[in-house]
Structures are given as C-alpha cells and as structure tokens.
C-alpha cells in the first residue's frame, strides 16, 4: 500500500496582490512544508500568461508538474500538481460548462493496479442555481468503484453543517450569493445533489468538529461566513481508503489567502 498525501488550496488570486507576491511565497512554504503528493490549485491567475513564467516557476519551487486548465471567461484557473512517481495517464479541461473551469487528471500510482482520477473545481460564486448546473457535471462522475477525488471550492455549505453564527451579520450583496430558495437561511442544495449522486464528503466523514475553510484570519467581515466551502469530495471506494483529513489553520494559512487549505491522506 502507498499513503498519499492530497492538498486543495484557494489561493486567491495565485497569492498575489498587485505586484507583491507576498502570499504567494507564504503558500509555497506551506507547500513544501507538507509536501503533498497531488496539489489542487483553484484562483491560479495569470499563470497561462507570459507563457507560462508562473507555472514553470512554481513547478521548480516545489518540486512537482502542473496541469493548467485555462478559465477564459474569469481568468481565475484551476490547476494540478504531481509529484513522481505519480505519472500523468490523461488530462481535460472543461471551460465550457463552469463559471472558471475545471480539470479533471487521471494517474498511475506505483505499485496500484487501479489508476486515481483527481478533479480541481471552483464552482461559480454567483448563486446557488449556477453551482446546480455545475454540479451536474460533477455528479455523473461519482460511480462507486472507480478512485476518483473532487476537491476545490465549492461555494456552497454542507447539509451536514450549522447556520453559521455570523450568517446574519454579512453584508446583504454578499449573503444573496448563499441564500437558500426562503431568502433566508444559507443553501445547502449542491452539496446535498452531489452527496445524493455518491460523492462522499470527506469532511464530515472524518472530521466530526467541522472546522470551517472560510474565512482566514485576515479576510474577516469581507464576503464569506464562518463556514465550510471547500471539499474534499471522493468516491465510495475511494472514502474507504481515506485515512485523515485536516483544515490547515496556522499563522501562514492565516494569511495567505481568504480560504484555508485542506489536506487528506489515503491508502491506496
């Protein structure tokens, strides 16, 4: 059996802001202080440009071979990352039916006769009925006995998760982008149709206190409330061979982007 580590990051904007690249140099520390085996990557802005400087770059920072799926109506791309002795089996992008877009990365695993499909999502910010048309992409690709793993942002709550304490309090504009069909509580519909498809939150199987990825310490009282909205979301085979599952909350992660990073192992 080989334990593989797997980590899924909004990193807000690629990290930069402007001309500083200050969180971006904060994420990747974190990256090589955990050194996951598969790195999902949601807001890679500006890595398609220049022909690619940033990707290349980040590649060489830490030390593994990125996959880049072009957003091109948002330019907030998603991105896979590998480290050997993963090897890439096949690559697609879906730009068409998502908001961003969404890469989809097939690949061996030394030693397993059964190759693992990895899925970076960043599902669309702008209301519940635009994440349910995304989500149906998603849910055709939840079979049971393939080993397959949906991670990104989701936008969305859990069913299996409380009113945030701070639903309230946000900004109306803001909360609009959550409500649920009464306009007033918070929509849980996407999570719950994937779920009902055969996804598995890996969350809430394995994490029983529920620890919210957003907001971060340093993007308080901007847009989020205090709430899970990125997932780990894996098939049922796949579920079965997660062994852990953490929210990474430090004093890097708590500022380096407006959500926090999340991290899972499996034996496969």
Known sequence: MTTLT????????????GGTDRRARA????????????????????????????????????????????APRTGQNVAI?????????????DGTHFHHALATLKVAVPGSDQPITFISAHLCPNGPEVRRREAAYLAVQAAPDPLTLATGDFNSASPHDPEPEDWAALAAHHRARYL????????????????????????????????????TTAYRNVEFATMRCDYLLASETLANRARSYQVIRNDITDAASDHYPVVATFEV
């Open 180 to 215: 649920a069909e009464d306009l007033e509580g918070l929509d849980r519909s996407v999570l719950a149709h994937l779920e009902a498809a055969g996804w598995v939150d890996l969350g809430h199987q394995l994490d029983f206190s529920r620890v919210p990825t957003v907001p």
């Open 6 to 17: 797997v980590l899924t990051y909004d990193t807000l904007f690629a990290g930069r802001d």
């Open 27 to 70: 994420q990747i520390e974190l990256l090589n202080e955990y050194r996951p085996d598969v790195f999902l990557m949601q807001e890679a802005k500006g890595f398609n440009a220049s022909g690619g400087v940033w990707l290349y770059a980040l590649e060489q920072q830490i030390g593994m071979r990125g996959f880049l799926a072009i």
């Open 81 to 93: 990352f590998i480290r050997e002795p993963l090897k890439p089996l096949s690559f697609d992008v």
